[in-house]
């Protein structure tokens, strides 16, 4: 059987001893069809009805290239989770024109999206591919990496994310995502290692731009890295900043997230590009406001870590009304006071 077929349609819903085999083998031949004419449509930006019974008919979100400072652009994200209808396009990712060549920070979450950013960045240069900057290894942000490998660019990255790269975690979530963004995330969607690991901080100069690397992890990730235009004044931040809304903390090491946020706040930044969410124009409120929650969370629930009361009991004694009134304070924030408490009561110990 075609090993490759079956990546255009979940396993779990249908399988060979479910069908016929011949019935089965014309429908994954018709599926594989579907699926290849719809990435060469969406290579042109279409939109396309795909025959029927194609698990490929999904009507992709636009993408479309802005310029945010001259030479410097960003595609932006859904603010969704990632799903086969929108191809895993939950994050941003950004491209600056110099002189020589293009620098490409973050690769988008399938080869399908980076093949559209691809497209994106043709519409204003025929200038190549040169670089690209890894803010940090999350899925949503890499997994379309191995477009721009293909192409020979090198690809550069805070030396943790090789220690992610080797963790089992991450071809599991892999594997997960094979499944759960079909067709976008294939059998041939895979993990690439970055060119060249960055130890420390640098400058990168390309052509007659100036771009300083700034590792910043273990902050939101281990390998967190920001990618500052001193000349422009624009800041790819990544996930260290959250913007108007509350943050996704996790597992993050808060402490060391404020530190990376006080770095980023001695820069003299006018605009910052996100990992998520819109371009700002309030570079230091919103640095600010990740920065001022962040401390909060520390603050209150060290001390109910210290006083050993229990969790419940002061999250309802805790005064939140500085935050509430933010998008996803809901979703996000007892799980965020959850985690902080834990992660206060080990920093005790
Ligand atoms: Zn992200």
């Excluded at 031949?29 to 009805?49: E, I, K, N, P, T």
Aim: with cysteine.
């Amino acid at each position: 059987m075609n090993t490759h077929a079956p990546s255009f349609f979940s396993p779990s819903v249908l399988s060979a001893s479910a069908l016929g085999r011949r019935q089965f083998l014309q429908r994954t031949a018709a599926w594989a069809v579907a699926g290849a004419a719809s990435a060469a449509g969406l290579q042109h930006g279409l939109a396309q009805a795909a025959p029927k019974q194609s698990p490929a008919q999904f009507t992709p979100p636009p993408m479309q290239a802005r310029e945010v400072a001259p030479g410097c652009y960003y595609v932006e994200g859904l603010s969704a989770l990632g799903s086969p209808e929108n191809q895993n396009f939950i994050s941003n990712a950004g491209f600056v024109v110099t002189s020589e060549s293009v620098v490409v920070i973050d690769a988008l979450g399938s080869p399908a999206l980076a093949k559209r950013l691809l497209a994106e960045i043709a519409k204003v240069t025929d200038k190549k591919v040169s670089h690209v900057v890894v803010t940090h290894y999350h899925a949503d942000h890499v997994y379309g990496l191995q477009v721009f490998a293909d192409l020979g660019a090198q690809i550069l990255a805070h030396q943790a994310g090789r220690e992610y790269l080797h963790a089992e975690t991450a071809q599991l979530r892999l594997e997960a995502s094979r499944e759960e963004l079909a067709p976008w995330v294939d059998a041939q969607t895979r993990l690439v290692q970055a060119t060249q690991w960055l130890e420390g901080s640098q400058r990168l100069q390309v052509g007659d731009t100036e771009l300083q690397l700034e590792l910043l992890g273990p902050a939101h990730t281990p390998e967190d890295l920001a990618v500052y235009l001193p000349k422009q004044r624009l800041l790819y931040a990544g996930d260290l900043v959250f913007r108007s809304r509350i943050p996704f903390v996790g597992q993050a090491d808060s402490r060391s997230w404020i530190e990376g946020l006080e770095k980023l706040l001695k820069f003299d930044t006018e605009v910052i590009i996100p990992g998520h969410g819109p371009v700002s124009t309030e570079a230091r409120k919103d640095m600010q406001l990740t920065r001022d929650y962040l401390l909060y969370l520390r603050q209150t629930m060290g001390k109910a870590a210290y006083d050993m009361t229990p969790f419940d009991e002061a999250y309802a004694a805790t005064d939140w009304s500085e935050f509430e009134h933010l998008p996803l304070f809901d979703a996000a924030n007892r799980m965020n006071a959850y985690n902080t408490y834990l992660l206060m009561e080990h920093e005790q110990d």
